[in-house]
């Protein structure tokens, strides 16, 4: 009888050790502040509660540097990666990211925003960088990015995000250029050197971010009075804060998730790409920070006085423009490398 209790014993705790082995841990990274706050709250806690392992979270500036080098030295402790629709494309094409199998999210692909579901990654949210300022700094509101250049009349700093990306589709709007042609006059040379003259206007009043909690934090202390800044950590404050967000010449993409080719655990960090993109779990993702759900079938069940803040309901959207992803996957690592020289001047 003892044997056998002792047997038991030992069979049930290598069970339990094989299940704890399957479930297996996911070191996830993504951009960290209120984003990863709402994807804790969404995604890491109850995928840990309902058994399925512990998420170790980390954080980055989308430095895809560092995956390459995991990935090229095949020594990859990522196994989920937050990234924005032209690096997830970039590094689909030079094999950085497992393939996902469309097959395995929940629902069908007509479920999803268009975009949202690419051959290496699945988005997870919309969201969109905007013009962002502090109404108690400033006597008159801003209607786009043209006052945005204009410290004349908008005395003061402005933030912008360290980065070719965004910042030269904000100056050739502030140059007159029409939202729906952006992508059409930066193709060309003398559109990108239009865009880096009109940056040169506003460079001696211009305070760099490189995270997306930086320009709340910017605009409260008044460091700066204006900010490009990513739309849903505007919302994150604006409850203890009198700040803003004007939605013409918003740019607007996805964030996807992307396993870094090598992940040891690719196939649960797969299974976490479909828990995070049901209906139920991306409406608590957007109950906790103004993104709009890459999964449409958790629109209506969310609450109507959270829908204003969305980049992606009809009023938001109409004067925004979607990002070219291969526009950036084509150019972007050029025009990075000419702004980082420009920036450094």
């Known amino acids: ?152 009349k908008f005395p003061g700093k402005r933030g912008l995000r360290k980065g070719a990306k965004y910042t030269l589709e904000f100056a050739l709007m502030a140059d007159g250029v029409a939202p729906k042609d952006v992508y059409k006059v930066l193709a060309g040379k003398d559109g990108q050197d239009r865009a880096f003259k009109k940056l040169d206007e506003l460079k001696p009043n211009i305070q760099w971010w490189e995270a997306g909690a930086q320009p709340p934090q910017f605009l409260k202390s008044g460091d700066v009075v204006m900010s490009s800044a990513y739309n849903g950590r505007i919302a994150a404050v604006q409850k203890e804060s009198n700040l803003k967000v004007v939605w013409n010449g918003g740019v607007y993409d996805f964030d996807a998730w992307a396993i870094p080719k090598g992940s040891k655990t690719a196939a649960e960090a797969k299974k976490f790409i479909a828990y995070s993109v049901s209906p139920e779990q991306q409406k608590t993702y957007s109950e906790n920070i103004a993104y709009g759900p890459a999964n449409t079938k958790a629109v209506p069940l969310l609450d109507k006085g959270i829908l204003k803040d969305m980049p992606t309901t009809p009023e938001n959207i109409k004067d925004q423009v979607q990002i070219d992803v291969g526009f950036w996957a084509d150019n972007g690592e050029q025009l990075e490398q000419r702004f980082t020289a420009w920036a450094a001047k």
Do not use: H
Request: proline fraction near 4%; glycine fraction near 10%; charge should be negative.
């Open 1 to 152: 009888m003892l044997k056998s209790l002792k047997f038991t014993a030992i069979t049930l705790g290598m069970m339990c050790a094989a299940n704890a082995m399957a479930a297996g841990d996911l070191t996830v990274i993504s951009f960290g502040g209120a984003n990863k706050d709402a994807q804790v709250k969404a995604f890491y806690a109850p995928w840990e509660k309902a058994g399925n392992g512990k998420i170790i979270a980390g954080e980055y500036n989308g430095e895809m540097a560092k995956i390459k080098t995991m990935v090229d030295t095949k020594s990859v402790s990522w196994d989920l990666v937050e990234v924005e629709s032209p690096e997830l494309s970039r590094g689909c094409d030079e094999g950085m990211f497992e393939e996902i199998d469309p097959a395995s999210l929940p629902g069908t692909k007509a479920d999803y925003v268009p975009g949202a579901i690419q051959t290496c990654g699945v988005g997870f949210f919309v969201w969109s960088t905007v013009l962002a300022y502090n109404a108690d700094k400033l006597a008159s509101a801003p209607t786009g990015w043209a006052d945005f250049w204009d410290t004349k």
